[in-house]
Nanobody, 114 residues
């Protein structure tokens, strides 16, 4: 059974940082393309960042230079370091793993507010 479990969300002030983690089980993690998405209330799900099996990363323009995606194949974990957070970054953040099909986690809430 495939499971993706996100953690690390919370409430942070504008300009602050958070580090999200996505722990994967039930898949051969090193072969999975990992992506982070976010969904704010009333808005469509938005792709945020991704990292392929070779470690190549890509980012949405809205987060480029502020967010960093990484992976640790030994720990079956993907991470999203988020710096210089803005109120518009407030959303539920979800990780996905693509390995023949796409698997999704349940998400973790990130709220950026003073």
């Amino acid at each position: 059974q495939v499971q993706l479990v996100e953690s690390g969300g919370g409430l942070v002030q504008p300009g602050g940082s958070l580090r999200l983690s996505c722990a994967a089980s039930g898949i051969i993690f090193r072969y999975a393309v990992m992506n982070w998405y976010r969904q704010a209330p009333g808005k469509q799900r938005e792709w945020v960042a991704g990292i392929d099996v070779g470690g190549t990363t890509n980012y949405a323009d809205s987060v480029k230079g502020r967010f960093t995606v990484s992976r640790d194949n030994a720990k079956n974990t993907a991470s999203l370091q988020m710096n210089s957070l803005k109120p518009e970054d407030t959303a539920v953040y979800l990780c996905s793993a693509y390995l023949s099909r796409t698997y999704w986690g349940q998400g973790t809430q990130v709220t950026v507010s003073s």
